[in-house]
């Protein structure tokens, strides 16, 4: 009987929050090895030693949006693919990636969210948005978040763009006695960030049409939610060949 291949992970931030949620799932697995932690704030040759020492075949990263970047890039300089959850990436620095890791033929999934829940609000919200143009976003964490607004809620307004016509809402004389106070404004629609301690992730999409509203809300209560969905991308960016961006893109 042939011994199944186990998957070797390294963790980038593997002592935050996130991070040691992914430790604990992939000491649960009997197909994931944790291999190390990486990380970054090294010299060049110390990298090299950690990517020489741990022979990761994927690369698990919860850090920051400043160092994610780096990461991809590291990955793709050493064969590993990346599984990465840290939001912040720019449109450019996504589509940027995207065409080096096709150019490569290389694994990659990005995935703002990783709550089947959270994926299941955005794929409800865009098809509310085509009968019922008229939403904004409401997303709310933690206070210890760096970027806003989410990913997730930038991956959901993405989505209703998508399939909403250009439409910019609220009344056309509106003015803002404070500053920020309607909100970001993506293609006309608005995106509310709230930032508070006991926060972990929620969002919350709503609509408005004549006499009826609605009302698309998920909670992640604990951080636990997310591990089954990295679970799955780590299995699944090994039959890769390219960066998939959203898990949306690996679930019916
Ligand atoms: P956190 O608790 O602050 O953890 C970040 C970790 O990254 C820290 O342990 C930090 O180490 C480490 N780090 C920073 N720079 C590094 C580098 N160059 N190399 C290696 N490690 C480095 O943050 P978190 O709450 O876990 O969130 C991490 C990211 O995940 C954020 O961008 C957040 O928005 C995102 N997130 C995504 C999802 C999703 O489902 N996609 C869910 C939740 C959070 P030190 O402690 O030593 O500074």
């Known amino acids: 009987m042939s011994t199944p291949h186990v998957i070797r992970v390294a963790v980038a931030g593997a002592r935050g929050r996130m991070g040691q949620e992914v430790v604990k799932m992939l000491g649960q697995d009997p197909e994931l090895l944790y291999v190390g932690e990486l990380d970054t704030r090294q010299d060049e040759e110390t990298i090299r030693q950690q990517f020489a020492e741990l022979r990761p075949d994927v690369l698990v990263d919860f850090t920051t949006p400043h160092t994610v970047y780096r990461h991809m890039e590291l990955c793709l300089q050493h064969g590993v693919r990346p599984v990465v959850g840290t939001t912040g990436l ?32 955005m794929k409800f919200a865009a098809m509310a948005s085509k009968y019922m143009p008229h939403v904004e976003i409401i997303e709310l964490h933690h206070d210890n978040k760096l970027d806003a607004p989410s990913g997730t809620a930038l991956k959901t307004a993405e989505l209703i763009a998508a399939v909403r016509s250009g439409k910019k ?56 939610s997310f591990m089954p969905g990295v679970n799955m991308a780590i299995k ?15 679930i019916d």
């Open 90 to 121: 720019t449109p450019e620095q996504m589509d940027e990636l995207k065409h080096r890791f096709q150019t490569a033929g290389l694994g990659a999934i990005i995935a703002p969210n990783f709550a089947i829940g959270a994926i299941l609000c």
């Open 169 to 224: 809402q609220g009344h056309p004389q509106e003015t803002e006695s404070i500053p920020g106070a309607r909100g970001a404004d993506y293609q006309g629609f608005r995106i509310h960030s709230v930032r508070l301690p006991g926060m972990v992730a929620h969002q919350e999409v709503l609509f408005g049409a004549t006499g009826q509203t609605l009302s698309i809300r998920h909670d992640s209560i604990n951080r636990e």
């Open 236 to 250: 699944a960016v090994m039959n890769l060949s390219e960066l998939v961006y959203g898990l949306e893109h690996l």
